[in-house]
């Protein structure tokens, strides 16, 4: 009588490591190994029994080892155990969320159904994971929709990928080089981004001379190639085709904002002479100016009271090979007839940036004919800078959109509607100079410098509650804005 139990060696738990995605495994059918129940102690037979006993454990044993061994037996086992230490390596990934509905133990072949095609998994090989089974060619990525067949890959939420597509989609590009931007010292990606334009660029860049437009501040990409000015200045093919490039062709954007300024009623009754220069022009008309404004670091416009000889341009450069040729100036005694002398703006800069230059530089000559003295930097620049960002406005937005306060002109009364003019440029301006002329505004309403920052702020708040009228008024009596 056989009474033995068959013992079934069980498999050791295979290590899994959350850093490394573990290999598809076979998952061919393997049946739960069962132990039958042992029988109750009973008394030891007598001694004259014992002979018998060991004659039929002999023979019970002879006839196990003539059995063929189940070697799938113990296969399966491995396979089952695989499966669930890769269920346990996939949880531990910390870009996926722990899914509770994960089985707990690898089910039986008839009950496994693939998370993609919804059949049975049968024999061969399958996948365990996201709490499913697939089939390998079931098991594909989100993005390209090819099977995932490569050891590691990457989940996001509940959506597979392959390594590569996951970073082609999620891991940022430089949009200078064009290159996925790299991880800095502590694994983190470190970037650089434009305030306004949201540009991405690696920190290097910063460093390593790539152009910058000298109008919009966007760095040069590698794929395309800006226009150089010949002073250090670059210029972007957007501001390249809006840009004013000589005295003349600048004529009839000052006196459209001198007609912005009539309309306002603050006519400036003096003929004010306006040339566009070169950068080295400018910066020698400013060391000559033995007092005036503050200026910013890099100089755009310059309102003059001192009598000098200025080199002007005469005529608008052709364009070669990505550079200016054929710069024609032409050098221009200015007499001191006024308070001012000329107003210097910088060339090849696009029409609304000197547009804003122009309304920033007349209402400086505005001030000084008007009998304005001695006022600080924060005041006079904050209220250049105010008339700037209400012609940028007037251009860019539509009269029925405009900033609407009770008055902004300069003799209205604070019953009266604020004057708009029409846009200086027929036919309305394009949608990358609107997006450009609002570039302008943001970065006079964002300046972080004392005079030109704070200035604009403190003075476009006391216009907003006063009116400029009654704001400017307060300035020539007080030297300083109503609060």
């Known amino acids: 009588m056989k009474w033995l139990c068959n013992f079934l060696k069980g498999t050791k738990p295979v290590e899994s490591n959350h850093r490394r995605r573990p290999r598809v495994t076979a998952g061919e059918e393997s049946s739960l190994w069962q132990q039958e129940p042992v029988r109750p102690k009973r008394e030891d037979p007598p001694r004259h029994d014992n002979e018998e006993l060991d004659r039929q454990i002999a023979l019970s044993l002879a006839e196990e080892a003539k059995r063929p061994k189940e070697r799938n037996h113990n296969k399966g086992e491995n396979d089952e155990d695989l499966a669930k230490a890769m269920q346990d390596s996939l949880n531990m990934n910390p870009y996926m969320p722990h899914n509770p509905y994960a089985p707990s133990q690898a089910l039986p072949r008839g009950q496994r159904v693939c998370g993609g095609c919804k059949h049975e998994v049968g024999h061969g090989h399958y996948l365990s994971c996201m709490g499913m089974y697939w089939h390998p060619q079931c098991f594909r990525c989100s993005s390209c929709t090819h099977p995932i067949r490569e050891t590691e890959f990457t989940l996001l939420g509940a959506e597979p990928y392959h390594k590569l597509c996951y970073k082609e989609l999620h891991h940022p590009k430089c949009d200078v080089c064009l290159q996925f931007i790299a991880t800095n010292r502590t694994g983190l990606i470190e970037y650089r981004a434009h305030p306004f334009w949201g540009q991405k660029y690696c920190p290097s860049h910063e460093l390593d001379r790539t152009p910058r437009c000298c109008s919009c501040e966007k760095m040069e990409p590698r ?100 550079r200016l040729l054929d710069m024609r100036t032409q050098p221009q005694k200015l007499t001191r007839r006024c308070e001012v002398t000329a107003i210097l703006v910088l060339y090849g800069l696009p029409r609304l940036l000197t547009g804003s230059i122009l309304a920033h530089e007349l209402m400086h000559g505005w001030l000084r004919l008007k009998g304005y003295r001695n006022l600080s930097p924060e005041v006079e620049e904050g209220i250049c800078q105010v008339m700037s960002y209400l012609w940028l406005e007037s251009e860019i937005l539509p009269a029925s959109t405009r900033h609407a306060q009770p008055s902004t002109s300069y003799a209205s009364s604070s019953s009266s509607s604020s004057y708009r003019p029409p846009s200086s440029k027929k036919g309305g301006i394009s949608h990358t100079e609107k997006k450009l002329g609002e570039f302008f505004m943001h970065q006079i309403a964002n300046d972080t410098s004392t005079a030109y920052g704070d200035g604009f702020r403190t003075a476009y708040k006391a216009v907003n509650k006063y009116g400029l009228r009654q704001t400017l008024n307060h300035i020539r009596l007080t030297g300083g804005f109503p609060v």
Do not use: F
């Open 223 to 322: 794929n395309t190639k800006y226009m150089s000015l010949g002073d250090g200045r670059s210029l972007c093919m957007e501001c390249l085709d809006s840009a004013v490039m000589d005295t003349g062709e600048c004529q009839p954007l000052y006196h459209s904002i001198r007609d912005y300024y009539e309309g306002m009623n603050m006519k400036l009754d003096q003929q004010i002479p306006m040339l566009l220069v070169e950068r080295q022009a400018l910066n020698e008309a400013m060391e000559g100016e033995c007092k005036g404004p503050h200026h910013m670091p890099e100089t755009r416009g310059l309102c003059l009271s001192e009598e000098q000889t200025v080199s002007s341009i005469l005529r608008r450069p052709r364009i070669g090979g990505h």
